[in-house]
């Protein structure tokens, strides 16, 4: 919204963090309580607005139940209609299940700027979104391997805007929240007196000190704690921003004045780069995806090399080779389960649970389907089940194994 990108927000959600978010950058946009008033007139509507279609936690009606939903549904037209003039839709975080705000979308006969509903993880779509929705002539589409978060902050790299003023450089984003202030006058008195004058100036001071980026001969001179400052917000950013190649181009600097906040950047970047190699890995075959994995190895063993307790690293480090050894056979298809195995436990002794699902993957891919079973029960105690449907389900060790589920995943890892 800040940037131009985003004008309306729809939300059937009754929380204020859509406006805390715009607050959170000095983003003010009209707020519309469509459960309390359904007056719309479309032309007095100013270009930034959200729309709270059930209602606010904070505001005098909610809507709940179904009933409720659907009497309400019927006013909601406009909305949609203003809404969809010239505008591409992002549908996040919804489902559309018992919903009538979903037939308001599924009413559209065609979105002339297209329609985006992004699905939850690896989940295929709803029946009632295929069928109603992602259709040929609608220009809808689904996109899933996301939750909102992470699809956000995705679209958001990729628009050059992430990370936000506030992170990315929080003395300058406190400075332009003071210029909204106005000089004050004392009472009785003619004059105003500026009273940021002296924050002003403090903010100006960190800027220089903290913000501004040192060129890179000064990087090479200076090692000061500024300087290892300066840089550590560089990688920072560079970090948020989805720049990781930029990152690591900073390991000289590390070098030569290492610091663990430096270090912690510096092994997500290569913790990054290995995931995207493993991501092209696994779409292809042969000796490309030999040479794919073995790079993704790299980065993971650069990334341990900086910081050796870093279970992310082993995880994803076993989950690749557990991933190259379905495309090999005999010998090489052991060698390399066992090396994965080798990887996840190292993770599992670190942080207990982080590599119970990848490693239930190597036993049960080993055939032994018993101690797959012994790490998913692992994963379930510890929350970390990758399926939302098991999560709630309780099983014992000896049931797990006669369960839908369990049979599901081994069909998949067969496949």
Same mark, same amino acid.
């Given at each position: 919204?800040?940037?131009g990108?985003i004008?309306?927000?729809?939300?059937?959600?009754?929380?204020?963090?859509? !406006?805390?978010?715009?607050?959170? $950058?000095?983003?003010?946009?009209?707020?519309?309580?469509?459960?309390?008033?359904? $007056?719309?007139?479309?032309?007095?509507?100013?270009?930034? /607005?959200?729309?709270?279609?059930?209602?606010q936690?904070?505001?005098?009606? &909610?809507?709940?139940?179904?009933d409720?939903?659907?009497?309400?549904?019927?006013?909601?037209?406009?909305?949609?209609?203003?809404?969809?003039?010239? @505008?591409?839709?992002?549908?996040?975080?919804?489902?559309?299940?018992?919903?009538?705000?979903?037939?308001?979308?599924?009413?559209?006969? @065609?979105?002339?700027?297209?329609?985006?509903?992004?699905?939850?993880?690896?989940?295929?779509?709803?029946?009632? !979104?295929?069928?109603?929705?992602?259709?040929t002539?609608?220009?809808?589409?689904?996109?899933?391997?996301?939750?909102?978060?992470?699809?956000? !902050?995705?679209?958001?790299?990729?628009?050059?805007?992430?990370?936000?003023?506030?992170i990315?450089?929080?003395?300058?984003?406190?400075?332009?929240?003071?210029?909204?202030?106005?000089?004050?006058?004392?009472?009785?008195?003619?004059?105003?007196?500026? !009273?940021?004058?002296?924050a002003?100036?403090?903010i100006?001071?960190?800027?220089?000190q903290?913000?501004e980026?040192? /060129?890179?001969?000064?990087?090479k001179?200076?090692?000061?704690?500024?300087?290892? %400052?300066s &840089?550590?917000?560089?990688?920072?950013?560079?970090?948020?921003?989805?720049?990781?190649?930029?990152?690591?181009?900073?390991?000289?600097?590390?070098?030569?004045?290492?610091t663990?906040?430096f270090?912690e950047?510096?092994s997500?970047?290569?913790?990054?780069q290995?995931?995207?190699?493993?991501s092209?890995?696994?779409?292809?075959?042969?000796?490309?995806?030999?040479?794919l994995f073995?790079?993704?190895?790299?980065?993971?063993?650069?990334?341990?090399?900086?910081?050796?307790?870093?279970h992310?690293?082993?995880?994803?480090?076993?989950?690749a080779?557990?991933?190259?050894?379905?495309?090999?056979?005999?010998?090489e298809?052991?060698?390399?389960?066992?090396?994965? #195995?080798?990887? $996840?436990?190292?993770?599992?002794?670190?942080?207990?649970?982080?590599?119970?699902?990848?490693?239930?993957?190597?036993?049960?891919?080993?055939? #032994?389907?018993y101690?797959?079973?012994k790490?998913?029960?692992?994963?379930q105690?510890?929350?970390?089940?990758?399926? %939302?449907?098991?999560?709630?389900?309780?099983?014992?060790?000896?049931?797990? @194994?006669?369960?839908d589920?369990?049979r599901?995943?081994?069909?998949?890892? @067969?496949?």
């Open positions: 919204m800040q940037s990108f004008d309306r927000v729809l939300t059937t959600n009754f929380d204020p963090l859509v !406006v805390r978010a715009c607050a959170l $950058l000095n983003q003010f946009p009209a707020v519309y309580d469509f459960a309390a008033s359904q $007056l719309l007139k479309s032309a007095d509507i100013p270009d930034k /607005s959200v729309f709270y279609l059930h209602g936690r904070s505001g005098f009606v &909610l809507m709940n139940t179904v409720e939903c659907n009497a309400h549904s019927k006013l909601m037209s406009p909305v949609f209609e203003d809404a969809g003039r010239g @505008r591409l839709w992002i549908v996040v975080g919804y489902n559309g299940e018992s919903d009538p705000v979903f037939d308001h979308l599924a009413g559209v006969p @065609r979105f002339d700027n297209m329609l985006y509903w992004i699905g939850y993880g690896d989940s295929e779509p709803a029946k009632h !979104v295929s069928e109603k929705l992602l259709l002539d609608k220009d809808a589409f689904y996109t899933n391997g996301f939750d909102a978060d992470s699809f956000f !902050v995705s679209l958001t790299q990729k628009l050059g805007i992430f990370p936000p003023p506030f990315a450089k929080p003395f300058s984003h406190l400075g332009s929240t003071l210029q909204m202030l106005t000089p004050y006058s004392p009472p009785n008195q003619d004059s105003a007196e500026d !009273v940021t004058e002296i002003h100036k403090w100006q001071s960190a800027v220089k903290f913000e980026d040192l /060129s890179s001969s000064k990087r001179k200076s090692r000061t704690g500024t300087a290892v %400052r &840089l550590g917000a560089v990688a920072q950013k560079l970090l948020m921003a989805g720049k990781y190649d930029e990152v690591v181009a900073l390991r000289q600097h590390y070098d030569r004045a290492p663990e906040e270090a950047l510096l997500w970047a290569y913790l990054m290995g995931n995207a190699l493993l092209q890995a696994r779409t292809k075959t042969g000796d490309e995806a030999d040479r073995a790079l993704a190895a790299e980065k993971f063993q650069a990334a341990l090399a900086i910081k050796p307790d870093m992310e690293a082993l995880n994803n480090w076993g989950s080779l557990s991933d190259q050894a379905r495309t090999k056979t005999g010998d298809f052991d060698a390399t389960l066992d090396a994965a #195995k080798q990887k $996840l436990l190292q993770a599992e002794a670190i942080k207990p649970g982080v590599g119970s699902y990848n490693l239930a993957c190597v036993s049960a891919l080993k055939g #032994k389907e101690e797959a079973q790490w998913l029960m692992q994963c105690q510890q929350g970390q089940l990758p399926t %939302r449907e098991h999560l709630n389900q309780d099983h014992d060790l000896d049931s797990i @194994r006669d369960t589920w369990f599901r995943f081994l069909e998949t890892l @067969r496949d």
